[in-house]
């Protein structure tokens, strides 16, 4: 079980706004920068979103990140069918001394 | 282009070990600090292990500590990973990705643990 918690799934339809979440504690996204990672099927992951709410070059606006406290979210809107994957949160855990992921959310596109 | 190639997975026997190493290219390696994640068959990420730039202070997860050593070599680009005392918990597909922040990623390496 990860330190880390995101909902197992969501889902939405094309053109809807849909939320991630991913809930932590003070020593990890309490004092630490939140990444988020988008894994389609059958791929290696690929970075969606570094410290909290920042996008690399190539990532739609439609990707944000937020983060508040212990929490952070992971908005996308303009839902597509080809944003049906997995996401997962990371941030470094000052306890552990070592990184951590949520335990990932799947995406449906309905 | 950033390329990151990951090798040497495969078939090891229980308690067995396994030696992965990672190519780079298309960045400063030297300053890049580096970053190792597994993915079980049908599960989530894992966080296995991290070094610095100069490989002078690196990290691992509780599951791999004690068992597994990350090192590198700044002179071939290349970023190690030393599995020893496997077991079937271990099998995974493991993915190389580089800095702290996975900025980029490899396509990983299937390493089974079965006898």
């Known amino acids: 079980q990860s330190v880390l918690t995101q909902p197992p799934s969501a889902s939405g339809t094309p053109g809807q706004r849909v939320t991630i979440s991913c809930s932590g504690s003070?020593?990890?996204?309490?004092?630490?920068?939140v990444n988020w990672y988008q894994q389609l099927p059958g791929a290696a992951p690929k970075i969606l979103i570094y410290?909290?709410?920042q996008r690399p070059s190539g990532v739609p606006d439609r990707f944000s990140g937020s983060k508040s406290g212990t929490s952070a979210s992971l908005a996308i809107s303009g839902l597509r069918s080809d944003d049906e994957a997995d996401y997962y949160c990371a941030v470094w855990d000052d306890s552990l001394n070592a990184g951590v992921f949520g335990g990932g959310t799947k995406l449906t596109v309905l | 282009e950033v390329q990151l190639l990951e090798s040497g997975g495969g078939l090891v026997q229980p308690g067995g070990s396994l030696r992965l190493s990672c190519t780079s290219s298309?960045?400063?390696?030297?300053?890049?600090?580096m970053t190792w994640v597994r993915q079980a068959p049908g599960k989530g990420l894992e966080w296995v292990s991290a070094?610095?730039?100069?490989?002078?202070?690196?990290s691992y997860a509780d599951s791999v500590k004690g068992r597994f050593t990350i090192s590198r070599d700044n002179s071939r680009n290349t970023l190690y990973l030393q599995m020893n005392s496997l077991s079937a918990e271990d099998t995974a597909v493991y993915y190389c990705a580089k800095d702290w922040k996975c900025d980029y990623w490899g396509q990983g390496t299937l390493v089974t643990v079965s006898s």
């Open positions: 298309g960045f400063t390696f030297r300053s890049s600090p």
């Open positions: 410290t909290n709410n």
């Open positions: 070094i610095s730039d100069r490989g002078d202070t690196t």
């Open positions: 003070s020593s990890n996204i309490g004092s630490n920068n």
